[in-house]
């Protein structure tokens, strides 16, 4: 891939959901996603170590997610977990896994409005 290049964002309508797995190599696939508000996303830990979904608390992103929305709090999710999350509140959300961020493993979700 050329540097600087910019990934596609993958898009999902209300009433569907998506997934975002949390890999081997400590990352999020796909590490940003857009949806529209009332759609639910799944995170599923592929990886045979424990993560987490947050998008707050020590070593984790800060401002995280819009006014009014509650926080991303998934807490250990062992190799083989789900973690769902319903979007109602439209704006841009930041999370991570606390132990790995320092590698990388941050994600965004954006939700647009209805």
């Known amino acids: 891939m050329l540097a600087g290049a910019v990934l ?3 898009q999902v309508d209300p009433g569907e959901d998506d997934r975002i797995e949390l ?3 400590n990352t999020f696939e796909p590490k940003h996603l857009i949806v529209k508000a009332g759609v639910t996303v799944v995170w599923k830990n592929l990886s045979t170590r424990q993560h987490t979904v947050t ?3 020590p070593g984790s992103v800060r401002s995280n997610v819009p006014k009014g929305a509650s926080p991303l709090r998934s807490g250990e999710m062992a190799p ?3 973690y769902s999350y319903l979007f109602t ?3 841009t959300y930041r999370y ?3 132990d ?3 590698v990388g493993m941050v994600g965004t979700v954006t939700v647009k409005p209805r």
């Open 100 to 102: 790995h961020t320092d």
């Open 96 to 98: 991570g896994c606390p």
């Open 80 to 82: 083989g977990a789900s």
């Open 55 to 57: 998008s707050e608390g």
């Open 89 to 91: 509140v439209a704006g």
């Open 23 to 25: 890999t081997a190599s």
């Open 8 to 10: 596609p964002l993958r």
